[in-house]
């Protein structure tokens, strides 16, 4: 039986709170969130180049979803990987593209200036849930949306952080990730953990050739493989699981929590103090996603 099948099986009571599959979708794409907000962070930890970081973290993110994979399914990812299709192997390219994209702008540019700019997701996800599987995002998901973007403008416009390069690596990013949201709610019946397996592990082969890995130092090895499972195999596979419970658009919101989150680790860690208008920017996004996400858990 799968992990999906298994956790919604039958909605679940909580103390006040009936755990339906909706709201276990909003409760695990919150965690992926978490998650992947922390990869600004182990950027600034691992003294490695962006192509080495790609290596190591496609390696282990691979090798730790691979047994996620065996664990929620009766085949392994070989068998597995005979179902996927053609579908399946355009979500895993998409979602290493992205990977590619979302280390290279965490290394050309700020972790603030890339959260923010990926803050958009939820605008380009809705118009594309729209138009190609024709899921209308509700009034309150709209409005959500438009503050966020509100909070973007306010970060581009008045603020000098960051890279051009970093700016359009971010976008590229963004656009790649709304793609795997509407794959994976558009085509529920494909093993999307085996599809994110093989991107994992695709990412690093795309960048093996450009990486060092016999630069890598001894003491960076447990980071490494934090970054890997944490940063990648915990996140994607939290991702792909909420995300088939809730529409497109509000999963896109829900992510979109990395812009004000993942700041604040770098912040916490490192003291790289973002400027005003980032902050005044992801507080924006962070109250206008917070406050439509408190109306859909009470209804």
Same mark, same amino acid.
């Given at each position: ?8 099986? +039958?909605? =679940? ?18 965690? %992926? ?6 990869? #600004?962070?182990?950027?600034? @930890?691992?003294?490695?180049? =962006?192509?080495? /970081?790609?290596?190591? =973290? ?15 399914? #009766? ?6 990987? +005979? ?12 979602? $290493?593209? #992205? ?16 959260? @923010? ?17 024709? &899921? ?5 998901? @709209? ?14 416009? /008045? ?10 690596? $971010? ?17 529920? &019946? ?7 397996? @093989? ?34 195999? /915990? ?6 699981? #909420? ?6 658009? &509000?999963? %896109? ?18 003291? &790289? ?24 858990? =009470?209804?």
């Amino acid at each position: 039986m799968s992990i999906i099948s298994s956790i919604c099986r +039958k909605p =679940r009571s909580m103390p006040g709170l009936q755990l339906t599959p909706y709201l276990l979708g909003l409760i695990l794409v919150i965690a %992926a969130t978490v998650s992947w907000s922390t990869a #600004g962070l182990f950027t600034r @930890i691992i003294a490695l180049d =962006r192509w080495t /970081l790609l290596l190591w =973290r496609g390696l282990f993110g691979g090798v730790a979803i691979a047994v996620v994979v065996r664990m929620s399914s #009766g085949g392994g990812l070989f068998y597995q990987c +005979k179902s996927l299709g053609v579908a399946g192997w355009l979500f895993a390219f998409v979602s $290493a593209i #992205g990977m590619v994209f979302f280390i290279s702008a965490l290394t050309t540019t700020t972790v603030a200036h890339v959260s @923010i700019i990926y803050a958009v997701v939820p605008l380009v996800t809705a118009a594309i849930a729209w138009v190609v599987i024709g &899921e209308r995002p509700s009034r309150g998901a @709209i409005a959500a949306c438009v503050v966020s973007l509100v909070g973007v403008i306010i970060m581009m416009g /008045l603020s000098s952080e960051g890279t051009w390069q970093g700016a359009l690596l $971010a976008l590229g990013m963004t656009v790649c990730l709304a793609v795997m949201m509407i794959m994976v709610r558009a085509m529920p &019946e494909l093993p999307i953990l085996a599809a994110a397996c @093989i991107s994992a592990f695709m990412s690093a082969a795309m960048a093996l050739p450009f990486s060092s890995p016999m630069s890598t130092q001894p003491d960076q090895w447990v980071w490494l493989m934090a970054f890997g499972i944490i940063n990648s195999a /915990l996140g994607l596979t939290l991702f792909i699981i #909420g995300s088939k419970l809730i529409p497109a658009v &509000e999963t %896109a919101l829900i992510t979109a929590l990395d812009a004000p989150l993942a700041p604040v680790w770098v912040w916490l860690i490192f003291s &790289e103090t973002p400027g005003a208008a980032t902050v005044l920017g992801g507080s924006v996004v962070f109250v206008s996603v917070g406050y439509y996400l408190y109306g859909a858990a =009470r209804s």
